[in-house]
């Protein structure tokens, strides 16, 4: 196993603050003390390693930019160098970190109340309750808007039906943030128990993408649930989405992390690796130059990761910026572990090298969160004031 070197290739770190750096190199350690030496066999068995989830938690993982709670309360672009870090070791720990903060304590904490927040945002904080976000059903991935799940007010409760699809965390979650259309037809948020009767959640088998991942169907039949579970706040489709702008937005740094362990392995194995009279691949001007691309671009994700976290910072970030920092630093990290798995011939296949379970994770990657097409028509409309998604 090669050792990861920092790629740095036009002085990113100088932008970054003390306590920045810091964050990054905490994490950075984090990672490889903990979760490179065990993260292949993992995914080799189809295994989340739930035993990463309490100490993710001590390190401030969790609801990392929320205040109180016992969150971190970092700054946007600290928590993307955690993302980055995370996804460096495995999009797996990344997905997880990111549906439990942005995805599940990010809607407790702007549309939960009181109640909710007290009983569930430190628990989730710490790792010891696990939550899972439930928008895409079986019919309605791109467009969630057509979601058929259905919360009927009865008294004091809500009667819930429907079927999510494709939920990360979902049978290792003890709540789920569900998202149904109430009675007036509009979407809203509800905090489900798991542990209710007529919710069952079953794991998505045969994965090819995040392996190292838990993905799961959850079925609905009749789950009854107070009407205080009902995130108050809540209120149309835009809520999800605005809970999608934070999970994107720490994607579009976790994609570096997987094209920077991918670039630093292809760089040393082109360096060591002798063909043709004895003389590293490194030197031959095909293999630079597909080093050079991938630098290249990881260069240019750095720079707009910043850029948007900066914007996001100080609350200035639109939504279709976000979408830009997804769409590209995805795809470009995508196409960077493929050139990274070309580089090392028949070993880019082997699981001794972190390249290929990086491929196929950005395969997922790619598509939740919002496709690569659904982002390129987001920015789209924004630019053209002309929405082209029907
Ligand atoms: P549209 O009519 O455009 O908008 C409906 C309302 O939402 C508002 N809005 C947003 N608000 C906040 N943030 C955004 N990014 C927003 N985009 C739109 C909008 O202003 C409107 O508000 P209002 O008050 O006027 O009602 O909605 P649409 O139905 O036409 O859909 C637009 C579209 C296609 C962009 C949207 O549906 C979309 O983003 N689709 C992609 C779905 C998606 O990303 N699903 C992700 C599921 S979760 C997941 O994948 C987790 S992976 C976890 C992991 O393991 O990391
Ligand atoms: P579809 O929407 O059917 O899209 C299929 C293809 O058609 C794509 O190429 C898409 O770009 C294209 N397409 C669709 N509409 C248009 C259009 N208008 N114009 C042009 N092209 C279009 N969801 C959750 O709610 N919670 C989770 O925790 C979660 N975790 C996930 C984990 C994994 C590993 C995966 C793979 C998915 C997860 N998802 C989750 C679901 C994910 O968000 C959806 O898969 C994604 O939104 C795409 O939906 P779909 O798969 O139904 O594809």
Known sequence: MLQFRDVDFIGLAALLSDDERLVRDNTRQWVEDNVIPIIEACAREGRFPRELIAPMGRMGFFGATLQGYGCAGMSNVEYGLVMQELE????????????????????IYAFGSDEQKQRWLPALQQGEAVGCFGLTEPD???????????????????????????????????VAV?????????????????????FSAADIH??????????????????????????????GLRSPLACLDQARYGIGWGAIGAAMQCYSTALQYAQFRLQFAGKPIASHQLVQEKLVWMINEISKAQLLAL?????????QVDPAQISLLKRNNVAIAL??????????????????????????NLESVKTYEGTHDIHTLIVGHKITGIAAFE
């Open 88 to 107: 460096r070791g495995d999009s797996g720990l990344r997905s997880f970190a990111s549906v439990q903060s942005a995805l599940v304590m990010y809607p």
């Open 140 to 174: 309605f991935g791109s467009n969630p808007g057509g979601m058929r799940t259905r919360a009927r007010r009865a008294g004091d409760e809500f009667i819930l039906n429907g079927e999510k699809m494709w939920i990360t965390s979902g049978s290792i979650a003890d």
């Open 206 to 235: 045969g994965k090819y993408s995040l392996r190292a991942s838990v993905t799961s169907s959850l079925a609905l039949r009749d789950v009854k649930i107070p009407a205080a579970n009902l995130l108050p706040g809540s209120d």
């Open 307 to 315: 850029q948007v976290g900066r914007l996001k910072d100080r609350g």
């Open 335 to 360: 196409d960077a572990a493929r050139l990274a798995r070309d580089i090392l011939g028949a070993n880019g296949i082997a699981g001794e090298y972190p390249v290929f379970r990086h491929l196929a």
């Open 178 to 198: 569900v998202w149904a259309k109430d009675d007036a037809g509009r979407v809203r948020g509800f905090l489900v128990e798991t542990d209710r009767p007529g």
